[in-house]
Nanobody
Framework: VQLQASGGGLVQAGGSLRLSCTASRRTSSNNGMGWFRQAPGKERVFVASIGWNGGYTNYADSVKGRFTISREYGSSTVYLQMDRLKPEDTAVYYC?????????WGQGTLVTVSS
């Protein structure tokens, strides 16, 4: 399974970016997708996740109210709308997907937020 992520870039604090990730495998009821991020010198951490039909979402406390994860029903593409970005959101963002116990990672897309 391949995950193709895109949408990273440079933005000023307070601005917005939208990340997208498309999986090469069709969704199914045991599928979930999400985003993690890794800041320089830090561990990779959870950002947000969404269930296979878009009906369940979960967010890290640090992004609640600012980021929105979404996907269309039956779609293998997930989006992360990032608003009111802060310099501390600067990181490489990785798309993640799983089907049952099998998990896959995308190549990462860099988000840089300038102050």
């Amino acid at each position: 399974v391949q995950l193709q992520a895109s949408g990273g870039g440079l933005v000023q604090a307070g601005g917005s970016l939208r990340l997208s990730c498309t999986a090469s495998r069709r969704t199914s009821s045991n599928n979930g997708m999400g985003w993690f991020r890794q800041a320089p010198g830090k561990e990779r951490v959870f950002v947000a996740s969404i269930g296979w039909n878009g009906g369940y979402t979960n967010y890290a406390d640090s992004v609640k109210g600012r980021f929105t994860i979404s996907r269309e029903y039956g779609s293998s593409t997930v989006y992360l709308q990032m608003d009111r970005l802060k310099p501390e959101d600067t990181a490489v963002y990785y798309c993640n997907a799983f089907w049952g116990t099998a998990a896959y990672w995308g190549q990462g897309t860099l988000v840089t937020v300038s102050s």
